[in-house]
Structures are given as C-alpha cells and as structure tokens.
C-alpha cells in the first residue's frame, strides 16, 4: 500500500505540473494578442471545484476542480471542451479568439505543446547538470545478457554480448529507466545485430515486427546475466543448513541445468507451483557436490549471487553544456516515442494503451527525485506528442483546420467546428474506456 501512495503522489505532481505549463502555453499566448480568458484551471470543476480566486480588475477566474483528469483554459470566443454555444451565438468581440487572425489562434493552439517540449528539454538539461549520466560500456559485460523467448526465437542466445548494430559499435547501456530502454529500441530499428557468443562474432537478423513481437510480454527482451556464483549465505538460511557457501557455483536444481541466478529463480518458481519443497542442488565447489536443500513456504535459498560489478561511466555537464545535451536527449526521448507510436494501431499495441494505472507504475517505488524529474519530462513529451496529433478536441485538430483555413483563406462555420469538437471528445472518451479497461485486466490478471 506504501508504494501505491508513493507512486500516486509522485502521478500526482508530476501531472500536476504538466498540466499547468500545458494551459500556461495556451494562456500566455492569448493574452499576448489579447484575448480574453474567462477560466485557467487544474482539474476539471465539473458543478463545483475545490479552490478559485478571481483577482481585482482580471478577467480570469483561477481555480483548482475536483476531477483530476487534466485541466484547461477557457478562452473567450472558441470552441473547447466547455462546449459553450451560448458564447458562439452572440457577435463576435475584438477580444475574443475567433476575432483574431489565423496565425495569431494557431500560436495559441499550439502554445501548450510548445511550453510542454521545452519543460521536457528545460527538466533534461538540469538533471544532466545536476546528476550528469551513468551507463555501462556493453563491451566490458563480459557475462552478456539474458533473453526471453522471442528473442530466442530469433536467435539470440542467454550470454550473448551486444557490440554491434548494423555493423557500428554499440557501447552504451543508460542506467536510468527513460534511456535504459534505448538499447533496446535500437535493436528493433536495426536490421542485423552483432553479438560475441563463445568468443566469436554471431550476426543476427532482427525482423522488422520485432517491436510489436515483444510488445506486452510478461518478461523483458533482455536484462543483465548474472551468473549463478554465490556471494554470500544467510546465517539460518535453507542454504546454509544444506551446507552451501560464499564462492559456491550451482550448476544446477532438481536436475535441471543452470547457467544462470535467472534460471535458479525461474526453476525455484516452478519448485513452488509444484509444492516441492525438498530438492537437489549441484553445485561445483573444488569438483562437483549434490546437495538436498529443504525450503520453507517462502522458497527462498537465503543466498546473494556475485554482482557483476561492471564499472560505470559517469558523464558530467557545465550549466551551459547541458542544454544543448538536454535538447539532444528531449529529441531522442521523442523519435523513440514516435517510432515505438507505430505499433498503437496493431491488437498488441492496443492492449498496451494505459491510463494512471499504467503511467503511476512506471515511477518508482520508493522516492527518487531524480527518476522523477526524468518520469516527469518523458510524460511532458507524450502530452505534447498526443496533443498535436490531428484529432478534433485535440491541439492537434484546431491547428489543422487553422492550416487549412490559412492555406484556403475560409473559416470553417462555428456548426462544423462544433460537430467536429463532439467526434473528437467521443473519440478520446473511447481511447479512455479502453486505457481504463487495460489498467483494470492487467490489475486483475
């Protein structure tokens, strides 16, 4: 339940402050060509909202709703979420958004995806001042890594060092959850990978629907191999009854082969689905020794592996160095979004659509301000992302009808605009119950 918190709270702000800088964007355009805002709020207030305050001689009602779904910024004289016609029948007013010219409503469309990508860069290049970055040369994982089954099937091997793609050396494995994954992408996107396997050079051929193949598997494509080799053994443990000690390499459980500490989990599990609770452990010692270990109903061995220990590289950053570093990273963040946006319209990538379920599990369980502020940037970029795709209800679609009315030089009628608003809700209402409909089946099953 600590953790459900942790994460809920961590959800919380981070939307929070998306949420503002996003209506901010919006809001500090309109009142740079003057346009009148009638409400700026966090969360929607739907009959009644929490907090608002309306300042002498303002315009603008400032408030804080009760359903935390967002928030908006109700611009006079334009067709939103608020959905108000009353507004729209009366003569238009200098001060109203649909008084201005085009190019002056599409900056304030578009403000909000704006001020959200430069947050993302802004946030990325003071945790690279702050923090710099870590990452493990891939050529010093001497141990390789292990794969799941879709990587097997397309030959992979568990110990196989990656050191090429498409014939350039690959190096870096980022140890932070928004870049870790880097690697990976960069395997889908190749057409052969390199790897040593007993000490020669093996090429891979990666298919190109690899993303979609590994996409909502239980088990990761690959994670770091560490070998099976104790380091050390809980005093009172199963283990330590049985006679296993610091230096001991098992080889093997229940006289099942084991070449690494993720095959001794995966067969432990299978030992507990079973309610075999007495087994035989090979382990190799000066020659090799079969030991009969006794668990309880925890089947744990009370026994640490040997870490691999890969020294890692730390990059530091200047004030002025990070913001260019900073863009580069908010830029990679959001070709890797779009690349991995493809596989949304495939079965499989439909059932990956999540709501808060989904977003509150990618941050950590325990507090960390740092996988924050990189959680919080990533999710700036998505917001932007989906924002300024071309949907109405979205940015995006007020930005493609004001493209198309400054190409054409005609306004779309405020009756289409309104029909086009009502599909577009319609269809992020759907996109929702299905994200809901996710988070609830993978929570249950």
Not at 187 to 202: Q, S, Y
Not at 397 to 403: P, V
Not at 427 to 444: C, E, P
Request: charge should be negative; hydrophobic fraction near 45%; proline fraction near 3%.
């Amino acid at each position: 339940m600590e953790i459900f918190f942790v994460r809920a709270l961590q959800l919380i702000m981070a939307l929070s402050i998306l949420v503002l800088i996003h209506e901010f964007g919006h809001f500090l355009f309109a009142r740079i060509f003057k346009v009148k805002v009638d409400k700026f709020y966090l969360f929607f207030d739907w009959k009644f909202s929490l907090f608002k305050w309306k300042p002498k001689n303002s315009d603008t009602e400032y408030g804080i709703g009760w359903i935390p779904l967002g928030g908006y910024c109700k611009i006079a004289g334009m067709i939103d979420e608020s959905m108000d016609t009353e507004q729209m029948s009366k003569p238009a007013e200098p001060w109203e958004y649909r008084s201005k010219p085009a190019w002056q409503r599409l900056l304030i469309i578009v403000g909000g995806v704006m001020f959200n990508l430069i947050l993302a860069i802004f946030i990325y290049a003071m945790v690279l001042f702050t923090w710099g970055d870590y990452y493990t040369d891939t050529h010093a994982m001497k141990n390789g890594f292990v794969f799941n089954e879709t990587a097997h099937k397309i030959g992979f091997r568990d110990g196989d060092m990656i050191v090429k793609l498409d014939g350039e050396e690959t190096h870096k494995l980022y140890q932070d959850k928004v870049r870790g994954v880097n690697l990976l992408r960069d395997i889908c996107n190749a057409e052969e990978v390199t790897v040593i396997r007993d000490g020669k050079e093996v090429a891979i051929a990666i298919p190109d629907t690899l993303g979609l193949l590994n996409m909502n598997k239980p088990t990761l494509f690959m994670h770091e191999r560490i070998l099976a080799c104790i380091d050390s053994v809980e005093t009172g443990s199963a283990a330590a009854v049985a006679g296993i000690r610091k230096g001991d390499i098992i080889t093997g459980i229940d006289c099942k082969p084991v070449d690494s500490w993720t095959d001794l989990k995966r067969i432990m599990s299978g030992l507990k689905e079973e309610g075999k609770s007495t087994f035989s452990i090979e382990v190799k010692r000066d020659s090799i020794y079969e030991i009969m270990v006794t668990v309880d109903t925890t089947y744990t061995l009370g026994a640490m592996p040997v870490l691999n220990n890969y020294p890692l590289i730390h990059n530091t950053y200047g004030f002025f160095e990070s913001f260019p570093a900073g863009v580069q990273f908010g830029l990679n963040v959001l070709q890797g979004y779009v690349s991995d946006f493809q596989y949304v319209f495939s079965s499989e990538g439909a059932k990956s659509v999540g709501m808060f379920g989904s977003i509150g599990s990618l941050f950590p369980a325990e507090w960390d301000w740092h996988e924050f502020w990189l959680m919080t940037a990533f999710l700036s970029i998505i917001l932007a992302f989906m924002n300024i795709l071309p949907i109405p209800a979205l940015d995006g679609g007020h930005a493609l009808f004001l493209i198309a009315e400054m190409i054409t030089g005609k306004q779309p009628s405020d009756k289409f605009l309104e029909r086009a608003q009502m599909v577009g809700m319609l269809l992020l209402l759907g996109l929702f119950v299905l994200a809901t409909y996710n988070d609830i089946t993978k929570f249950l099953f």
